[in-house]
Every structure is written in C-alpha cells, then in structure tokens.
C-alpha cells in the first residue's frame, strides 16, 4: 500500500543524507551547505512533502519569466538558530531564483540602526527592493521605505499613532488565533488565573497576541491579574536572569502561561524546571510560531503554528509584482496559521 504522508525520513533516504541533516535543511539552519539545501528542497518538492508540495504545482503550471536582479534583505538581531526568520529567509531564496533574482542578506547592528546607516557593502543602484526582518525600529524603518525601492516587512514595530509605513507588511494572523488557542484550554478547564509573558509593544504581532489573551480573559470572566505577567521592555528578555528573578518572584504562579512566542515558552520552560515545577502537571503552558527546532519541548508545546514558507513566497510575489507596476500600492496581509494543541495544555 502506498504511503499517504511524505516524511523528513523518505527524503534523507532518497537523497543518502541522515535525517537530522534534512531536518536542518528543511528548517532553515544556518551554515548548512547551499548544494545540500538546493537538494533537500528540491526532493521535498518532488515527493510532495508537507508545505512545499505546492511549490512543485506552481513550477510545473506557470512559465515563469526570469527577469534577473539583486534584492536585499536587512536582518536585526535574530535571537536563536531556529528563529522563523531562518525559515523565511529559506522560502525566499528559492521564491526569487524562479524569477532570477538573488538575495543579499545584510546583518544590522546597533550602531547601523541608531545611526540610520546603511549596511557595509550594500548598494543601492544595484538594488531592486528590500526586505526587512526582525525591524522594528521605528527612525530606521522610516528610512528604509525612503530609498525608493519595493519595500516588504516581516511584521513591524508597533506604534498606532504614527502614520503607516510607506510599504508592504507580511503578519502573522495572530489576535484571533491567540485568541481560539486560549479560549480552548479555558473552555476545558475551570481555570482562575493566566499570565502573559513578553513585550507588548515589541512588535505589531506580539500587541495582537497581547490583545487576544485579553480578549480570552474577558470570554471567560478572568480578571487580568498583572502579577502574573511579565511585559516589560524586549531586551530584558534576552537576559536569562531577568526571566529567572521575574518568575521566581510572582507572589503566586498562574494556572497558565501563554508566551508571545514559542523562544519565551521554551525558556519558561526551563526555568519552571529547573523549580521543580512540572508542566501539565502543576501548571499549562503554550506558545505561539510553533517553531522548527531540534528540541522535544517542541513536540509537547501547545502553539500556533505560523506559515513561514508562505510569507516568503508571498513577500517575493508582492514585490515582483510592484516592479513589474509601479503604480501598484503597498499592502498589509496577514496569513492565518494553525493552532497545534499539544500536551503541554493537557494536565496529567
């Protein structure tokens, strides 16, 4: 009997590759061979796996033009290996060399930003449009979209009362989701209290998710309690002690923890942990992106899984598109993910 589902397994053995190696590939890791992901793509196209089943249709359907050109792609600090943004950056190098257009990704640092200096090495005349990820510096932002060129944004810093930016903006659908995902879990349980760890104002998506985790409290007749979230400014994050001192010295823990992203969920994790607190056991936890990491607190995460592979192919549609016609006028859209219910929501 044939097999339904292609799997990670049926591409390393095609290709003689070890399974952790695919997944790498597949996922978006860093300093992985360019011939070994060009392969690995390739073959899970052929054989129809998951996400990439329908880029093979595309490639056979379409007579695509290729025009040629250079787009560049600025990246601010991407906190771990398999952040979405590896995936991102992975769907849009092979969107863009349909078309004959290379990318160029150029690495921020802080002294580029708060200078508003363009990357080293980087050419404007040789430009055909910019991508933006993990930008969410208002000045600097403001400044890409006066370069003249296409602009595309992966999400965006959050600031209602500025005027839109002068480009496109690619978001995760995440109010509603966040939403569905955490009226779930109280709808099975009778639970009191639910806390929300990350920077609100971090990021357009992460205030979304901010406000569906209301927005559940409210469904559910839950007072929003402050001591049991953690909002304060994003670099503290990045600091594991800030984490470890904010958890550590709530009064009380919540019932359950919902994290921005699945990198703060995985860090509470470890620190509930390292308390000798059990998830499932004596508190939930869940998470949103559902990211593609070798890590088997991943497999057991309740999340909201995010459609990486589109936005990229969606991205370089948008901006294909706006060089072909100028006229065209920069978009917001957003891509509905998938809410993954998982045992990390499920007590034992």
Do not use: W
């Not at 978001?171 to 569905?180: Q, V």
Request: hydrophobic share 40%.
């Amino acid at each position: 009997m044939a097999k339904d589902r292609t799997t990670i397994q049926d591409i390393a053995d095609a290709l003689g590759l070890s399974r952790t190696t695919v997944s790498k590939a597949l996922n978006g890791a860093p300093h992985m061979p360019e011939k070994t992901v060009n392969n690995v793509l390739q073959m899970a196209k052929k054989l129809n796996y998951k996400h990439f089943a329908h880029l093979g249709k595309i490639e056979e359907n379409q007579n695509i033009v290729s025009k040629g050109g250079s787009f560049a792609l600025f990246a601010n600090y991407i906190p771990e290996q398999f952040h979405i943004a590896t995936s991102i950056m992975a769907s849009l190098e092979q969107e863009m060399r349909k078309y004959g257009y290379s990318l160029t990704v150029y690495m921020l640092n802080p002294d580029d930003i708060q200078s508003l200096r363009l990357p080293q090495n980087f050419r404007l005349d040789k430009t055909d449009a910019v991508l933006c990820i993990e930008l969410f510096d208002r000045k600097y932002s403001k400044m890409v979209c006066s370069l003249g060129k296409p602009v595309v944004f992966f999400d965006s810093y959050y600031a209602p009362e500025n005027e839109p930016l002068n480009a496109n903006i690619i978001l995760m659908e995440s109010r509603y989701s966040t939403f569905r995902m955490i009226n779930s879990i109280l709808s099975q349980y009778s639970l009191k209290s639910v806390g929300f760890i990350g920077d609100i104002y971090h990021c357009i998506s992460f205030h979304e998710r901010y406000e569906g985790f209301l927005n559940a409290l409210r469904n559910n007749n839950i007072a929003y309690n402050p001591s049991f979230c953690v909002i304060a400014d994003d670099p503290c994050f990045h600091e594991t002690s800030f984490l470890t001192d904010a958890i550590r010295n709530m009064p009380e823990l919540p019932e359950l923890f919902f994290c921005a992203n699945d990198l703060l969920a995985v860090k509470i994790i470890t620190i509930l942990r390292q308390m000798k607190i059990n998830i499932s056991q004596d508190l939930l936890i869940c998470g949103f992106d559902d990211t593609l990491c070798l890590n088997p607190i991943n497999s057991t995460l309740t999340t909201v899984r995010t459609p990486s592979c589109e936005m990229g192919i969606l991205a370089t549609k948008l901006l294909i598109n706006q060089l072909t016609d100028p006229n065209i006028p920069p978009i917001t859209a957003y891509i509905n993910g998938h809410i993954q219910m998982r045992s990390s929501t499920i007590y034992k």
